[in-house]
């Protein structure tokens, strides 16, 4: 009670300084009043009195700051002092505090930007409900791109009765390509991507959905309505977020499709499954119609309670083989194995190592940053160490010389800080915003409450880090030293030099590390951009064009398809810029499709024996239209049903089929249907850019193959971004049908494919430049303050005879020697640093001659620069003035 | 809730200004400092001075209170009174300090016999 009081009383006094004071003051010339008139009473003369009266009372100041501290909050007081001070202090060296501030913005800005990413794909839980019970199941070592890492219905089935880790398994259809759906009665034709996923999808999420409900069991029976549930952005892009259009119907694909409700904003399906894309809406799968697929599930399961990975893995190794690809093939099982994994492990793991890499390097930054400020800082000491001798000399303490320091570091990386917040906060903004890089949860990305904890923990500690050293050497400085020292080269100012050395030294030697690992994954990526992809993504656009389903023995409409085919393609053809053209059902690095290969004609092979190969389903001109590299010959438009079966195969096909001889001529078995190879194209990276591209086949479109879809690549010889309208416009003159859809230049699908890649790339080159940057500016700073420092040194010297060229050369040398030192603790750090990035590295050894060279020359270079300015100051030095002023 | 530790000085002199004005009723600053000086002879040199943070201490504790007055020959000054709750804590540190002298006077003294 008593303490809580006191304290209230305290804050009041605190704030009524003025009356207290006041009051104080006539409380104590009352007193010596008092005391005077005593005295006098007691016989002395007035003067005697009151001499008396103040020898008894004692320090009138001191009394007054004793009260003062009794009654108020003296820490306060204090800090305040200190902080007018300080604003007082900053704003008379305003370059030092802006420079000072915009580093720290940018070293603090950074840390906060890329400490939000690392939170948002690393840290935080996923956005389901007990995240970390939900697991993915797919085999350990992924043979054959996705169709190795999905299952087929009998199998999902026959999982769910007899496993014992998992309280409900899910998946949903892993080959639905975008923009498969049209969705019309809104407007012109509209492509839409709806993602077929098992009924009890959202249940085992634990997502509920934010208006309407979820899919009841019976929604995915065969036979039962169409039912959707959309996304949060499709909802408020598409129906203005109207909560009356839960429970209405949409027309997609001509199906009347009700709406049973909107899933809720923090569900984005692409950020955590697949990324970079996005899905408007979701549909039950009705299991039976994909139950003939082969493998189309991509499976996940919630654990039961107190089930562990490690029992769900070992399970799983007996279990899988029991599961049937297809329950009418009794040999079909044994093909199955899994290692399940937890769901957040399978989004972020593949980018840990990467987001860590970056994470190292944006600390990096901040140390250099700190050591950097600590160098200013110094330099200030060193001309401020009167200031504080004077103070020390009055009285203050060193704890009170050293707050105060550290209050002036303290409101430098506030200031920072808040500076940084700012940039951090556009940054992200920004990269949220990014569709085009295929990050994982990158759209989630934003600065909350953990970061602005982290942005507290990295201001407050970097504010110490930087402030104390200097603080520390100031405080202690010898007091009679200190104000003596006011010439050069006496022993205090040469001991700053000293430690302000070594600061340079290490703050070049962190440049290094980051300079060799931005060099590395630099020259990783470029690369990565050479990389043969087996067709030429300059000037080529694909379009996704409206499209026909044709089903089963329908020749009438399949020829009508043919016909709209051969006519699209010779109307394209003939617009002026355009070289050529062709229909693909899929584009390269966009989704994953894989059957079962061709097999030899006569040869007979054991289960399983027959390889997996990618296929595209293509009319005639789209292998030239991508730019790929052909022997033989491409498909005619007489390859229909009325001529021959066909088939072109990629070259790994090739050597699997008949390992050093000619496929072409030969016939070859597609499941049962017999064809002839009339081609070989080169490998095309199919699924990724820095993998080695699997088995590929081309089917010709006009024949019935089952096409899933249909793009127009489009060859031209002028940027195709010039031909976009006129190509939509003769594609809608054709069929009014024509949805609205994208020109996509191939190029963005290869940029979209390596965005990862290049967004660490970026980064970590931008923090090197900046910790470059940062390097630069200590080495100046080191120096030029050397040279102002030496200036009668100087002048003597060169009045003695010393030239200008040594006079320069002298303060080069002394700047190369601090960034060569620094340069090899660098070179040395780097080999141990290098090595930990080694994973991340492609075509690029950790060793890479190229990048150490040069950065050698680069740090050499800019080092050789910052010393030059000083240098040039040196040398003009006048003598005479120099020898006169002091 | 024990008051903030008090260095032995300071802690003395609260209680000397509270015993002060437990026995001798309102006083002012400089009432207190001389009837401390007189009772205590030469043995407390005290600088007048520092009792004034000893006052607002217990003021702002609520041990005593404060109030503007005019004094025998009609000067304004400031006189000081014990609150119900000083008095409590009087009691209890009176109580404390008798028995922490007492204690001390008897260690002194079996160190006296030692020294025989």
Known sequence: ???????????????????????????????????????????????????????????????????????????????????????????????????????????????????????????????????????????????????????????????????????????????????????????????????????????????????????????????????????????????????????????????????????????????????????????????????????????????????????????????????????????????????????????????????????????????????????????????????????????????RLVRQLLTESLVLSTVGAALGLALAYALVSYLAHQGSIALPLLSSVRIDGQALAWTLLITVSSAILFGLLPGLKMSAANLQEALKDSGPGMSDSRKHERLRSVLVISEVALACVLIVGAGLLLRSFLHVLDIDLGFQPSTAAAISIDFDYVDGDHNAKLEKRNANFQEIVRRINAIPGVQTSGITDNLPLERNRGWQGPALKGKTYLPGEIKGAFVYIVSPGYIPAMGMRLRGRDFTWQDDMKGDSTVILNQATANDLLPGEDPIGRTVLIGNIEARVIGVVADVHESNVEGTPGGQMYLPIIRKWGPEGADLVVRTTVPPDQLASSVLHTLRDLNPNQPATEFRPLQQIVDHAVSPRRFFVILVSAFALLGLFLAALGIYGVISYSVTQRTQEIGIRMALGATLARVQFDVIRSTLQLALIGIAIGTVASFGASRLIASLLFGTTPTDPITFLGMVLVLGTIALLAGYIPARRASRINPMVALRNN | MPPSKLDLLQGTLDLMVLQTLATMGALHGYGIARRIEEVSGDEVLLNQGTIYASLVRLQQRGWISAEWGTSDNNRKAKYYAITREGRKQWAKDTAYWNRLSTVMGRVLAMAAEGDL
């Open chain 1, 1 to 399: 009670m008593g303490a809580i009081r006191e304290a209230l009383k305290r804050v009041q006094s605190f704030f009524r300084k003025q009356q207290r004071d006041s009051d104080l003051d006539a409380e104590l010339q009352s007193h010596i009043d008092l005391a005077i008139e005593e005295n006098i009473s007691h016989g002395m003369p007035p003067d005697e009195a009151r001499r008396r009266a103040l020898i008894h009372f004692g320090g009138v100041q001191q009394a007054m700051e004793q009260q003062r501290h009794a009654r108020g909050l003296p820490w306060l007081d204090i800090l305040l002092q200190d902080l007018r001070y300080t604003l007082r202090t900053l704003n008379r060296n305003r370059v030092f505090t802006i420079v000072s501030i915009l580093i720290l913005a940018l070293g603090i800005g950074a840390n906060i930007a890329v400490f939000s990413v690392v939170n948002t794909l690393l840290l935080r839980p996923l956005p389901f409900r007990d995240p970390q019970r939900l697991v993915v199941i797919a085999p350990e070592i992924n043979r054959g791109g996705l169709s190795g890492a999905t299952y087929s219905v009998d199998a999902y089935d026959d999982l769910l009765a007899l496993n014992r880790s998992y309280t409900d398994v899910t998946g949903y259809y892993a080959f639905s390509a975008a923009d498969n759906f049209k969705l019309t009665g809104h407007d012109e034709p509209k492509p839409v991507t709806g993602l077929a996923v098992a009924g009890n999808f959202f249940h085992v999420l634990g997502v509920d959905p934010a208006a309407g409900r979820d899919f009841t069991a019976d929604e995915s029976i065969k036979g039962s309505r169409a039912v959707a549930l959309l996304s949060y952005p499709f909802w408020q892009r598409q129906f203005g977020s109207d909560r009356s259009i839960v429970g209405t119907a949409v027309t997609l694909d001509g199906v009347p499709t009700t709406i049973v409700g909107v899933l809720p904003p923090t569900f984005d399906f692409g950020a955590v499954f697949s990324p970079g894309t996005k899905v408007d809406f979701f549909y039950p799968q009705v299991m039976d119609d994909i139950r003939e697929q082969g493998n189309t599930l991509a499976l996940f399961a919630r654990l039961k309670p107190g089930v562990t990975i490690a029992q769900t893995q070992t399970e799983a190794i007996d279990l899988f083989p029991k599961l049937y690809w297809g329950k009418k093939y009794p040999n079909s099982n044994h093909n199955y194995t899994a290692h399940p994994i937890e769901l957040k492990e399978y989004v972020s793991g593949k980018v840990r190592r990467s987001l860590i890499v970056l994470w190292c390097a944006v600390g990096l930054i901040l140390l250099i940053v700190c050591v950097n400020l600590s160098n200013l800082l110094l330099a200030r000491a060193a001309a401020r160490s009167k200031e504080f001798a004077l103070r020390g000399a009055l009285g203050a303490g060193r704890g």
